[in-house]
Each structure stands twice: as structure tokens, then as C-alpha cells.
């Protein structure tokens, strides 16, 4: 090939790549992408600085990918938070639409329930103490009571980056 006709190649490969270059990406960036954009800051996710759900009977911290990107990529999908739930208190009926959660204790004793499916579900119940867990699968109804005298620090972490939750009204 003489020089005019590769110099003629490279022009029509490199308009070719900017006719791809111009279809439009609705913002899809690969993982590689996502992970060359953040800092090694960005790893280091602390809960407590994460968005704050108050109750009469709880406080939550939730960390997700709106302050913390790591937590949502194309090969990562989590939301982290870090509950405390007075002695002796409920935290409500609730289930989460679109993630399972993985519910660890780290101290107190508490008590979890999980409605099984079905027209005349089962309950699932079990008394957890610190060190101990319990997983949550996506779409079922579930709740926790402190039974111990001392409030209950439990971490809990979801599949996904927007699990979503719905109550029992
Ligand atoms: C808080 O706990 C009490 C029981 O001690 C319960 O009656 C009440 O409904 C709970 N509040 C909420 C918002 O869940």
C-alpha cells in the first residue's frame, strides 16, 4: 500500500470512530471506566457519614452510591447501613422491592422474624447475638425486636444499590 492510500485508510477509520464516538451513550460507562473515575478515598466508605433515617425507636446511617460511587458500578451493586435499635424496641414490618439484605449483629441480642410466602406463610424466627447473622431474601416481609437490655448495633447490607422499602400500612 503506497502512502496516499494508507494516509486515505487511517482518515476513514479515524471518521468512523467519530461517528461512533457520537452515538449517543445514555451515560453507560464500562466498569474499568467508573473505577478510573474515583479516588482510593472513594473505597473507603464510612456509614456514619452516610444519610440519616431517624425513628421514635431507631436511627439508621445509609451509605449509598449517592455519597459513596464505589457502591454502584456495572459489577458492583451495594447499600450499606448501620442501625441502632433501642432495648427492649420493635423496628417495623418492612420488605425491600429490589435487593436481599444481609443483616449482621454486632451487639445486643435481637430478634428477627421473616414471613415466608404463600397464603398462610410461616414465620421464620430466630434470636441473634452479637457476631451472628441473618439474611433477608429480596421481596419478603420482615422485622426485629431488641430483646436485650442494652441497645442493639446491627450493620446491614444489601445486594444492590436501591433496594427499595415498603411497610405494612
Ligand atoms: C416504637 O415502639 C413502640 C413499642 O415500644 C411501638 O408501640 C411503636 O409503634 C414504635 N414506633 C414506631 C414508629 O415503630
Known amino acids: 500500500m503506497n502512502s496516499m492510500s494508507s494516509l486515505i485508510v487511517l482518515f476513514f477509520v479515524s471518521f468512523l470512530g467519530s461517528c461512533f464516538g457520537a452515538i449517543p451513550s445514555f451515560g453507560m460507562q464500562s466498569a474499568t471506566e467508573i473505577r478510573e473515575s474515583l479516588k482510593d478515598s472513594d473505597f473507603r466508605i464510612r456509614v456514619q457519614k452516610g444519610g440519616l433515617l431517624e425513628s421514635e425507636n431507631f436511627t439508621a446511617r445509609i451509605a449509598n452510591f449517592k455519597k459513596f460511587p464505589a457502591l454502584a458500578g ?36 435481637l430478634r428477627v422474624e421473616l414471613q415466608k410466602e404463600g397464603i398462610n406463610p410461616e414465620i ?24 436485650s437490655k442494652s441497645d442493639c448495633r446491627f450493620n446491614v447490607v444489601f445486594n444492590t444499590a436501591d433496594p427499595g422499602l415498603v411497610v405494612v400500612v
Open 74 to 109: 456495572q459489577d458492583v451493586q451495594s447499600e450499606i447501613a448501620a442501625v441502632v435499635l433501642k432495648a427492649g424496641k420493635p423496628f417495623f414490618k418492612h420488605l425491600h422491592p429490589r435487593g436481599a439484605e444481609t443483616l449482621n449483629v454486632l451487639e445486643g441480642v
Open 124 to 147: 421464620i424466627k430466630n434470636v441473634l447475638k452479637a457476631g451472628e447473622s441473618t439474611v433477608f431474601p429480596q421481596g419478603l416481609f420482615h422485622d426485629a425486636f431488641c430483646v
